[in-house]
Structures are given as structure tokens and as C-alpha cells.
């Protein structure tokens, strides 16, 4: 076995402000040539020096050889780490034969402000020293008596200091937050390639900064740091405050940059009275509304030492947002991909709409050449109208709109920064000219979240859907999981995170976006123990038992996607409160109606709140859910206690909602069939009555079509195959009537709101699941839930589907696995590649049988012993292989 590699610290490659005291570790095992390889131990050194550990030495941490096969999270168990400390370290492992691999090549991380104490920094801005404060966290109903006593600037704060150093420079690291929005400079330089961060986070609870290394950017004598400010989250225009926005405070920074000098003294440059503040060329910004900029008004060199800040003013020192600081460990935004536009066509004197060929969440960067005073105005857009006009309807209030004002000194290049945009469509006037196809360049925009699903096969038709389905994921990661991307939304809805999630972690790798949300979400609580729909919470009102259970959900789904115990150890107690906070509000364990239940849903006679059962049936699964993260946890009391309760609260559901004469559930939608089909709550005796009336509503009512929202859309596909009906999901998924995936998606490149194509807006994620059965279904690669550890697999394609080629990637602690078949009449040609470390189950299955021959790599796997294949179980509708790492040939033949 090969060395280790792909090292990391909370998820994070290198990451240099840890401020966690017991970080998690983690690594990937090298693929090897023998098949069936796994981790018998390892052993991490962690060391103040990287010398250190050439020698195999270790003054911090020597794990010693730990007999484990666990290669993710293992905590940090050695002498206490000090703020702003650096820290190298290296793995070894053993192999399943107890024979040692290499060392890994060293890594690094670095320690951010472990204490409170350790900011001596005070937060700064242009805004008053002391502005009015809610007596509460957030606005209900009474924002209005501060509309007259607040004035929202839209302009940009710049602020600046210089300081100087006669002295080498060992290292130097900032840590840094400016809300709501910033972008930080040293010497002229924009460090770093964030944009619109920190990440929104309840600002009253906790704040997110940043931790920069500047020792490169440092210079002996004199320097400047500057920092510009956006109003972001954290200082909406007031047209928008209440549920949409709520109102903190004018923008406001807050720094310390650390020096050490090479004779081991050092300095603490910080933000205080001191600092010198302006406004900046950017003179109205606005998530929702976009962003002004005006070129003539840049004072160059405000970033740089040397710059007459004479004219600037003393910054103020100003209140504290209130929150705790906390590293900024989820993937930053940024700016992810660029490409050009696809046509443009002049659609009225002087106006020209671009075509960007693709729906997304970013802004453009212009360029143009012109005069001075010259304002080039962009407008943006999901559609356009039949006569190629700009059509703005999905943008409802948001204005969606940048301007760039010249200061005509040659080819001008500009884009925002303190905005973003959902669009397709951009609409220009005032440009000096005639623009061509270079006139403006599409910035796609969103967290780095690296992208490690694939999938592609020879229907063109799926291959759309994923396509759209992608593109709505990346449009909807901004920090949180976001609704919307283009009208005044664009908010963490709680509902829309949990149906999407299994699709999502498909195609992403969410450890930390979701790490950091589900610290929103828990912020957020109420105080008896209710969720809201929306996190960051938006407003006090009533709320949704349906989407409230992301709580429960999502930090099960987390454990048992990527194998960390915090995910359920860090929430136990607040998802405890949420499902106590259910049973109280239960009359005799039957919830009342849900506020939306399942939302967008076309069956007949639909309204929110309808069916009844969705409310009891989330009651229900999370209360399992619970009651197995408190079996992981060893709380064997609440794992009793809440296995008892979901039992009681089973029973009561099957008397209020299933018909015994007629086997039918509530009001007999497919959503009210498919929910308790899903989590085998249906009695037997019931059972192929209730998924008759499923199959039947398809077939017969709805003529192939389903009619799901978003609750029943979730769990609709995956629960047909699990009922043996595939090819049922495959009929839905590749139906072009509507309501279809097919149909939602024609014309379009991401997913709508609704599956009307005139109906909400243009890029949700909230109706993806068909994603997750394409790698799950199709490709057939699900995690073993029946397994403690997430790189346990069920391996299952559709091999019964017309495709004929398909291809299905899917990243998993442990590393990459690979199903991909190719069909050539009778005969099934399958690769699988399984990653080192890790275990699957392979099930063949082919026209509801075992198929009638079975060879990998030349060889019959039923009379030659196959290196890598563990065991066999021969069963009337399949065989099952249980196979270790490798890659693995097989040819089917259909029987």
C-alpha cells in the first residue's frame, strides 16, 4: 500500500485558523493493485516544526499504533494547541495484513484565536458609535419605529491604517471579519479570492471571520492595510426589512494582524480609533438590488503606504454585533467559473440584451471604453419576452440591476462585489457603441464546495435533468442552502435543505457547509424547542413541524454520509428539544396540520396543509431518527425512551390516517401513499393494497405522470425501486408531460420552482431527488445504511433500464466510487471500482433475476474463487457479492 494522501483538518486542506481545541484528522488511503485492501491502524505525528518530523519526531502528538480502520475524524488527543500557533503532521497507516505503508508527506495547520480573550481588536466602521438596538434579536411586526430613527447608507466604507517595521518578518497572519460584507488589502493587494463573505450567520449569536497568511505581502518599512466594506446581510435598505432582512447595524470591521519577527519578539497591528475611514467609488450596494459604482470617485492608492488620507476621517469605534467569533471553516464563495455569453441582440434603440446560455447565481464583468461620466446599466433577468425584450418577473421586488459609471482612461474592466444575481438574461443600456459578444463575461458565484459526483449516460433527456439539477445546486449555495437566487429571498428555508440533501451530497462535498448551517439552525431555535422555516431565522411567527425537522434530519443524514460523531454530538440536546417540543404540541400523538405540508403539489384539490399525515409522519421519523443518533451516542436511555415513543406514535397514525376498509391513506395522493410506503409504517396485511393505490394513481389518474410536491417528491422515486418498481421510477423520470421533469426542464437549464413552466421561479433545487436516484437508482451507489461506517456500499444499478451506456461517480469518505455498464444486446459489461479502506455489496439483478451468467475479468464467479470477492449469496431475484476495494470487471449475460 502507497503512502497516505489527501490530508486534512475539519474537512479543510492546510487551513490556518483552527480554532476547534480538538481538531478531527482525517486522510485517504492510495488505491492499490491487490484488490480487497483496508486500514488496520494507523498513527499521527503533530509537531511545532516540520524538521521534527523528518526524524519521525513529535513534540505535540504521538498517536502511537492505533488499531482502527477509521481514516476520518480522528480527534486531536495530544498537549493543548495555543492560538495562532503553526502545526505540521503526517500519517502512516497499516494495511489489512498488518504490513506498514509509508509516511505520508507532511501537512500544516495553523490555529486561529482559540480564546475570547485573544481578540484585543475593536470593531470599527463609518457608521455612529452607537446606533438603536432591538430590545429582542430580531424584528417582528415592529421595525417600523426605527425606520425614521436609522439611515441606511448604501455607500462603501473604506478604512485604512499604516504602522511600519525596521525588523525581519518571520510570519504574519490576520484574522479578520467585516460585516456585512468585505474585502480585505495589504500594500495594494487584494488578499485572498473570497467574495460576499463572511457567510450570513446569525449575527446576535455568532460571526464567522477569516484568517489570512500576509508574511509575502508584508515589506520592510512602511505598509497599509485597508479594508472595504459592503452592506451585505448585515445593513439592508429598508424596503426589505422584516421577514426578508433584518437590520444590524451600519457596516462594521474587525482585525488583528499578528507579526513575528525573526528574533521571536512581536506586534499586534489591530482595529481601533486609530484606523482613518472614507466612503469608496461604490456608491449603492445591495444583495437584492445590485450594485453602483462609480469610477470617477476611486482615490488610488488608499490601500497602499504613502496615501494622503488628510481628507478621511477618524473611523468609529462601534458596538460589537454581539455574536461569538468563530472560524470561517465552510468553503468561502467564490468566483467559480467564467464563460462568455451565447448571443446578443439589439432589442430597442441603445438597448441590447445578452444571452448568457445558462441560468446561475454570479454577476458579469464588464468591459468598455468611453468617456468620463458614461453610465453602463445592467439589468438581469431568469427570461425574456417573445419580442427578445427583458422579462423580470421572477425577480419580483429585487431589483437586479448594477451600474458602472466611466472615468474614461482607456479599456475599463469592472464587476460588483457586494451583490449577486439569478439570471440568464442581461439587459445593457448606455454602453458607449455598439457591444460585441466581449463585452461582458458571466462570474459564476457561490461556495467552493468541491464538486465530486458524476454522471452522464446515452439519454439525452437525464442527462439534461442532471445538468439543470447541478446547476440550480451551485446556484443555491451561498454560505447556506438558499431557496432562490434571483428575487428577495435567497434565505436558508429549512424544508428545501432536507428533501434536497440526499441529492446534493451526490454531486458535492457538504461536510462543512452543512457543519456551519447546522450551527444556524441551532441559533436559531426558539426556546421551546420549535424550528424555524427559515435559518439564519428571519422573523417569530408561526412555523412548520415539516420543514422545523431538518433539525432532526439533516445532522442524521450528515453522520451517516460522512462518518462524523460530532455532527450528532454537537445538536443531540437541540434535536432532543425540537422532537419534545412536537410530542407537547401532539394531541394524542397526531400533530395539527402542517403550514405547508406538501408544497407544490398538482394532485386535485390541493391546498397547504394537505395531506394531514405529513406532520405526524415527520413526528414519527424524527423520532427514529432520534432515537438512532442516541444509539450511536450511547445514550442507551434516550435510545429506549424514543424507539418506545415512535412505536406509540406509529400506532396512532395508522388509526387516524389509513382507511382498513379501502387500505387508502388520508386524502389519496400519491404524497399521502408514498411517505408511509417509504418508512415501512404500512401494516402488511395492507401493504400491496396501499402501493396499488400508488401505481394506480400514476397509471390510471395522472396517465404516467406523478403528482407530488416537494415532501412527496423526495422519498417517490427512491420508494418505488425499494418496492421492486424501477421501472416505474424510470417511467417518471423520463416522462416529458406534464407535470415531469422532462417538461419542467424543456427550454430551460435549471430546475423551477414549480412543475408548471410558468410558475414561480427558474432556479429551485427544492424538486432535484430525481438527482440522487440517477447515482443511487441508475448508477446504483447508495451507502449501506445498515453499516455503522459511511464507506460501507449497496451497489445496485437499474440493469433492466433501456440505457444503453451509463456512468456514475460518487465520493465517499474513503474515496471515489465508479459503477459504469455499457449494454450490448443480452450481454451487460459493468465496471466498479470500490476505494481502498472500504466494503460493498454488489447486487445483480437483471429481469427480476439473477443473472444466468456472471465473469470478472474472463472468469466465472460461480466456480472459480475471484480475488476481491468475499462471499456470494444466491437468492431468487438476484445475486449478491460482497467484494473489498479494486477495481472489478464483470460481464452479465440476461437470463
Not at 434579536?137 to 421595525?143: C, G, T, V
Amino acid at each position: 500500500m502507497d503512502a497516505p494522501g489527501c490530508l486534512r483538518i475539519n474537512d479543510a486542506i492546510c487551513p490556518i485558523g483552527v480554532d476547534d481545541a480538538a481538531p478531527a484528522f482525517s486522510w485517504r488511503l492510495a488505491g492499490s493493485s491487490e484488490r480487497g485492501q483496508s486500514q488496520s491502524a494507523y498513527q499521527v505525528l503533530v509537531a511545532t516544526d516540520a524538521e521534527l518530523l523528518v526524524g519521525d519526531g513529535a513534540d505535540i502528538w504521538d498517536s502511537g499504533k492505533v488499531a482502527s480502520a477509521r481514516s476520518a475524524y480522528v480527534r486531536y488527543a495530544g498537549s493543548v494547541l495555543r492560538s495562532m500557533g503553526t502545526y505540521w503532521w503526517k500519517v502512516r497507516v497499516w494495511d489489512g495484513n498488518g504490513r506498514p505503508a509509508p509516511w505520508s508527506e507532511p501537512a500544516s495547520f495553523g490555529t486561529g484565536l482559540l480564546s475570547a480573550d485573544n481578540w484585543r481588536a475593536e470593531w470599527i466602521g463609518r457608521g455612529p458609535c452607537r446606533e438603536p438596538r432591538l430590545p429582542h434579536e430580531r424584528f417582528n411586526s415592529d421595525f417600523e419605529q426605527y425606520l425614521d430613527a436609522v439611515e441606511v447608507d448604501g455607500r462603501c466604507t473604506l478604512l485604512r491604517r499604516e504602522f511600519a517595521f525596521g525588523k525581519p518578518v518571520r510570519a504574519a497572519r490576520v484574522f479578520a471579519s467585516g460585516l456585512g460584507f468585505y474585502e480585505l488589502y495589504v500594500n495594494g493587494r487584494k488578499i485572498g479570492d473570497h467574495v460576499n463573505g463572511p457567510a450570513r450567520t446569525e449575527y446576535r449569536h455568532r460571526v464567522l471571520y477569516d484568517a489570512f497568511d500576509v508574511t509575502d505581502t508584508l515589506q520592510d518599512g512602511a505598509n497599509a492595510i485597508g479594508l472595504m466594506l459592503g452592506n451585505g446581510w448585515f445593513n439592508p435598505a429598508k424596503k426589505y426589512w422584516g421577514w426578508r432582512m433584518q437590520w444590524y447595524g451600519s457596516p462594521r470591521a474587525i482585525l488583528q494582524c499578528h507579526i513575528e519577527y525573526t528574533d521571536g519578539t512581536r506586534e499586534i497591528i489591530r482595529t481601533d480609533g486609530s484606523w482613518r475611514c472614507s466612503t469608496g467609488p461604490i456608491t449603492a450596494n445591495c444583495v437584492y438590488d445590485g450594485e453602483a459604482y462609480d469610477a470617477r470617485l476611486e482615490q488610488p492608492g488608499w490601500d497602499s503606504p504613502g496615501f494622503d488620507d488628510s481628507a478621511w476621517q477618524p473611523a468609529n469605534e462601534v458596538d460589537s454585533p454581539g455574536g461569538v467569533m468563530q472560524y470561517h471553516a465552510i468553503d468561502p464563495i467564490k468566483v467559480t467559473q467564467s464563460f462568455g455569453p451565447v448571443a446578443v441582440n439589439e432589442v430597442g434603440p441603445g438597448v441590447f440584451v445578452f444571452d448568457m446560455g445558462q441560468n446561475f447565481a454570479g454577476w458579469v464583468r464588464l468591459r468598455v471604453t468611453g468617456p468620463a461620466g458614461t453610465a453602463v446599466r445592467m439589468h438581469f433577468a431568469e427570461n425574456i419576452h417573445p419580442d427578445g425584450t427583458l422579462d423580470t418577473g421572477t425577480n419580483k421586488l429585487a431589483d437586479q440591476t448594477d451600474t458602472y459609471v466611466l472615468k474614461g482612461e482607456g479599456q475599463e474592466v469592472w464587476e460588483p462585489r457586494f451583490t449577486y444575481h439569478g439570471f440568464r438574461y442581461v439587459e445593457m443600456t448606455g454602453y458607449p457603441g455598439t457591444p460585441g459578444l466581449d463585452a461582458i463575461e458571466g462570474r459564476v458565484v457561490r461556495s467552493s464546495c468541491p464538486q465530486v459526483g458524476e454522471f452522464e449516460c446515452d439519454n439525452e433527456l437525464i442527462n439534461h435533468i442532471h445538468h439543470c439539477t447541478v446547476w440550480s445546486q451551485k446556484s443555491n449555495m451561498m454560505g447556506l442552502p438558499t431557496d432562490d437566487c434571483q428575487r428577495p429571498e435567497r434565505m436558508g428555508w429549512t424544508g428545501d435543505a432536507h428533501v434536497a440533501f440526499d441529492q446534493q451530497v451526490c454531486d458535492f462535498d457538504l461536510a462543512a457547509f452543512y457543519r456551519k448551517w447546522l450551527w444556524d439552525l441551532s441559533d436559531s431555535q426558539f426556546a421551546n424547542g420549535d424550528i424555524p422555516i427559515i435559518a439564519p431565522r428571519a422573523v417569530d411567527e408561526s412555523e412548520s413541524f415539516c420543514w422545523g425537522s431538518a433539525w432532526v434530519l439533516i445532522p442524521w443524514y450528515c453522520y451517516r454520509t460522512y462518518g462524523d460523531i460530532r455532527f450528532l454530538s454537537d445538536h443531540f440536546e437541540g434535536m432532543k428539544r425540537f422532537v419534545e417540543f412536537l410530542r407537547v404540541t401532539a394531541d394524542e400523538l397526531i400533530l395539527p396540520a402542517d403550514r405547508y405540508s406538501d408544497h407544490c403539489s398538482v394532485h386535485p384539490g390541493w391546498e397547504h396543509g394537505k395531506p394531514l399525515l405529513t406532520s405526524t409522519w415527520y413526528f414519527y421519523y424524527d423520532t427514529l431518527t432520534l432515537a438512532k443518533a442516541a444509539e450511536a451516542l450511547g445514550r442507551e436511555d434516550d435510545h429506549r425512551h424514543y424507539s418506545e415513543l415512535a412505536q406509540q406514535i406509529l400506532a396512532a397514525f395508522n388509526k387516524r390516517f389509513l382507511d382498513v376498509q379501502t387500505s387508502q391513506y388520508d386524502d389519496g395522493s400519491q404524497c399521502s401513499h408514498v411517505m408511509p410506503l417509504y418508512l415501512g409504517m404500512v401494516p402488511a396485511e395492507h401493504r400491496q393494497a396501499v402501493l396499488g393505490h400508488l401505481l394506480a394513481d400514476i397509471t390510471d389518474k395522472r396517465d404516467g405522470c406523478l403528482s407530488t410536491g416537494i415532501l412527496g417528491t423526495r422519498y417517490l422515486l427512491e420508494c418505488l425501486e425499494l418496492a421492486g418498481h424501477a421501472d416505474m421510477a424510470w417511467r417518471l423520470t423520463v416522462n416529458e408531460k406534464y407535470p415531469s421533469w422532462g417538461y419542467m426542464t424543456a427550454g430551460r437549464t435549471t430546475l423551477s420552482e414549480a412543475w408548471g413552466a410558468n410558475r414561480g421561479t427558474n432556479n429551485h433545487v427544492m424538486f432535484g431527488a430525481v438527482e440522487a436516484w440517477l447515482y443511487q437508482g441508475l448508477g446504483g451507489i447508495r451507502l449501506d445504511l445498515s453499516q455503522a461506517e459511511p464507506d460501507s456500499l449497496v451497489i445496485a444499478p437499474y440493469f433492466d433500464s433501456p440505457l444503453k451506456q451509463w456512468r456514475a461517480v460518487r465520493t465517499i469518505p474513503a474515496g471515489r466510487v465508479i459503477s459504469a455498464g455499457r449494454r450490448q444486446g443480452n450481454t451487460i459489461e459493468w465496471e466498479v471500482e470500490i476505494p481502498t479502506n472500504s466494503l460493498a455489496r454488489l447486487r445483480l439483478s437483471v429481469a427480476g433475476k439473477p443473472p444466468c451468467a456472471a465473469r470478472e475479468g474472463g472468469r466465472d464467479i460461480s466456480k472459480i474463487a475471484i480475488p476481491g470477492i468475499r462471499g456470494i449469496e444466491s437468492h431468487d431475484d438476484r445475486l449478491d457479492l460482497v467484494v473489498g476495494s479494486g477495481r472489478y470487471s464483470f460481464v452479465l449475460e440476461r437470463p
